[in-house]
């Protein structure tokens, strides 16, 4: 069984088809799905996915970092008020994103701090978003993080240097359909990055594997990458399929008696 651990199958691209989407999933060997939250408008799509597909589709609770705007901190009242009413298997997507837009970097900054600390009081892991600023967070969780802070970086993209010290600081590694870009030079750093390290996402509708690049991305194309993986690794489909999944387990299952609120 493969697990997508981090997909936005609540968001509109799928109004049209979720049902047979979440088929298609299944059959590709596809059991379960975690969504990453975005903002406080995707709170409820995404809690109706969870309440139609108990135990399949499992939410996170966080503010995107590309959300965060001078309201930022009404935005993280909303998300405190969730974590105070019920439990989560972790808090993101959080982050900081330099790509697009400079101009919140310092909200960025303060609000991924302060959801690192709630992910602390609550033993939760974190899904980290990291795109243009991978060094810059490494540094922060260097200096914030406790022995119990764990979590993924998702969509990792970034050098074989960077992998070790995120490796290091007791990460995994989001692994998606960049890896099946011919370009992209993923292949090079993934081959030397242990397998008990490696959790593979799709980040549906976003980030769509060869061979369906510029159309919408679906959970069932995580087996793209999956076989692209085993391939790099010299492995078998069935084993890196359960590798990954051993690793989201242990990530998102690794206490859940002692889920709790803030």
Known sequence: MLTDTHTHLYLKEFDNDRVEMLERAKEAGVGKF?????????????????????????????????????????????????????????????????????????????????????????????????????DLIIEILAGIKDEHLTG??????????????IISLGFFLGIGGVLTFKNAGLDKTVKDIPLDRIVLETDAPYLTPTPHRGKRNESAYLKLVAERLSSLKNMELEEVAAATTANAEKIFQKNPASYTTL
């Open 34 to 134: 975690y969504l990453p939250n975005i903002d406080s408008t995707t709170i409820g799509p995404m809690l109706e996915m969870e309440a139609g597909n108990p135990g399949v589709c499992v939410p996170m609770m966080g503010l995107h970092p590309g959300s965060v705007k001078a309201n930022y901190e009404d935005e993280l009242s909303i998300v405190e008020a969730w974590l105070s009413k019920r439990p989560f298997v972790a808090i993101g997507e959080i982050g900081i994103d330099l790509y697009w837009d400079k101009t919140f970097y310092e909200q960025q900054k303060a609000s991924f701090i302060q959801q690192v600390e709630w992910a602390k009081v609550l033993r939760l892991p974190i899904i980290i978003h990291s795109r243009e600023t991978i």
């Open 152 to 165: 993924i970086f998702h969509c990792f993209t970034g050098t074989p240097q960077q992998a070790e010290e």
